[in-house]
């Protein structure tokens, strides 16, 4: 993570002189060759900004770049990119998100019925006011 003072893409760059393949291939080659991915991001895509309203230029230079085995163990990772305060760069956080969301079939269990409770609280899972939409709704009532 941090400011890699070169961009991996030409569309990395708004502004100024436009940038080439072979300005490029430095850092793509490290990128490549590492097994390495940018993390998702949200906020601003420019990152630097030399400060100018003469000829501005906006670059890429700041970014999380992360190997398979940091997106098997933070699938939903992700860093924010805020504006910038007391610098030309934006600083960015990094959003771990811990919780590893896993997702299970539906079975129905028949002691389940058994229960003295389980036909009014099936009956008040389903008879909820719902803002989703009837499938996303259902499953949600489902998960209860």
Known sequence: MGDFKCCQFPSDKLGGNALHQNQLSDFNGLIFYANLKE????????????QRTINPIHIKLDRMLVNDDWMEAYPNSHYVVKPPKCS???????????????????????????????????????????REQPFVALCS???N
Do not use: E, Q
């Open 88 to 130: 030309d760069h934006c600083p960015i956080i990094l959003m771990p998100c811990h919780k590893k969301v896993t997702h299970h079939r539906f079975l129905f269990k028949n002691y389940w019925i058994k229960s003295k409770d389980f036909w009014y609280l099936l009956l008040s899972i389903f008879t909820g006011n719902f």
């Open 39 to 50: 993390l998702a991001s949200v906020g601003p895509s420019y990152t630097w900004f030399n």
């Open 141 to 143: 009532c489902l998960r």
